[in-house]
């Protein structure tokens, strides 16, 4: 049941008008005043009458049933508060019988959501500031699948420009192919550090020409920047298979170098294109902004031209509903561009371009820097992590099987939770003593929460759940039932508000109710067999809701830690 929708129907009944009620109920923080409440200052104007009197009055037309035990008005507010024992009831049974799809929903379902994310650029590192596009992206990813929307993630490939000149002519010159093919990505980076620290005015000149070559289908040039590329990709799909994301398409800018003419030629006809100091723009002056660059003065694209016409692929292609850019706040102003110049063609779709745009990711050490050669590769953060993990484990409970496993999903959810804890825009801090801790707001926390319940059910050695009919429930299990009846909202608004850290908020949330509970009611020695049924359930419903909400975030839990 819906409850929102069953109070707001009752509402209705009263002879208030239909519009928006259930969204307009809310959840008290304190369920002293009720469990849910309408504000109703809304409807004065309407009904001509004042809040308290409109609470007053609905509140004596409502009669309490089995789901509704008490309607209450207090000022202006019209607070209801549930039947306990049937709000418990039908969630723990509703999260056991729906299991791991408890929390999904239907409501996407027909509409396509384009997600741009991680998006790495070739040859380049892979490092701790690619975490959270990576992280978020993926978790959007999951999150809209789960809401019945068809998903499709894209890694916009950096893999057109000026340094893959560089490159080839820096290979050339000091590389060997078997100390590539051994070092992968790193060699190659190697190699571009080398170049822009000293390459001479003529191997300047060569690059040049060599990215002129790459673009004009030269066989040589080509077969080495693919190689790169494969390089590059080998290397991060690890990474990628690690952090549990994955992408439907690696169309990256490179793939627009050939579909750049018609947004060109659009651009034209609409009287948009304008010449400036040699260069063709969009003069946004109007709109307060800079002007956004089509083609420099030698005729080159830029990084905005082909973002334009990957806009208008993914339109055609996938008809999306709405299409997502998860990249760093630095390129707010490149994204308000590209939008504003696509409502400037005339696309009506423009609004349903989205900038999910998310904040810096630096470690303690304030390293994080690729210019000043200070990089922190994220693979070596992992890493990092599940050693840690491992040693804290094997601290904690060194008799235990498969550490290496649990270590693995221990280090790689705390990384995971790390960037998506905060609000996404947020400046972040990279702690490995804060995201390994077992009693902060962590994924290690959560984790554990899991296993502790796991315990409890594995000593239980129940098959099936019994849940009483009637169920005295105390204030602990309350807080619990209650916030595992919010999950499904929880989920829609992650995703409304393109922010998994509310899924990752709920987890901390849940668990901690949990652990209150688990701590102050005794469930395998409870005092009745139907007290102790009710609480075992409870264990496996929180668990239940704790698994799918992590693994909507891309977190394992392990049974044991
Ligand atoms: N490769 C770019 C970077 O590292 C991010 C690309 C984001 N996606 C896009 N369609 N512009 O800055």
Partial sequence: MNYKEYIAKKIIECGLPDEGIAENIAVPPNTDMGDYALPCFKFAKVMRKSPVVIAQELAAKITPDNVIAEVLALNGYLNFKINKSSLARETVSKVLSQGESYGSSKMGEGKTIC?????????????????????????????????GYKVVGINHLGDYGTQFGKLICAYKKWGDKDEVEKGGIHAINDLYVRFNNEATPEMEVEAREYFRLIESGDKEANEIFEWFKSLTLDYV???????????DSYNGERFYSDKMQ?????????????????????DLEPYGMPPCLILRSDGASLYATRDLAAALYRKNTYDFYKCLYVVAYQQNLHFKQIFKVLELLGKEWAKDMVHVAYGMVSLEDGAMSTRKGKVVWLEDVIEKCVEKAYKVIEDKNPALENKQDI???????????????????????????????????????????CARAYSVLQKACVESFNIPENINLLPQEYEVVRTLASFPEIVVEAGEKYEPSVIARFAVDLSQKFNKFYFDCKILTADDEDTKSFRLALCAATLQTLKNALALLGIGVPEKM
């Fill in 262 to 282: 018609p947004v060109i030629d659009e651009l034209v006809e609409k009287g948009l294109l304008k010449e400036s100091e040699g260069a063709k723009i969009v």
């Fill in 407 to 449: 270590a693995e999903k221990v280090g790689i959810g705390s990384v995971i939770f790390g960037a998506l804890y905060n609000n996404k825009i947020k400046d972040i801090v990279f702690s490995y003593d804060k995201v390994l801790s077992f009693e902060g707001e962590t994924g290690v926390y959560c984790q554990y929460t």
């Fill in 115 to 147: 997600i741009d994310y991680s998006s790495v650029n070739i040859a380049k590192p892979f490092h701790i500031g690619h975490l959270s596009t990576t992280v978020i992206g993926g978790a959007l990813y999951k999150i809209y699948n789960y809401l």
């Fill in 237 to 247: 799909n690890k990474i990628y298979a690690r952090l549990g994301v994955k992408f």
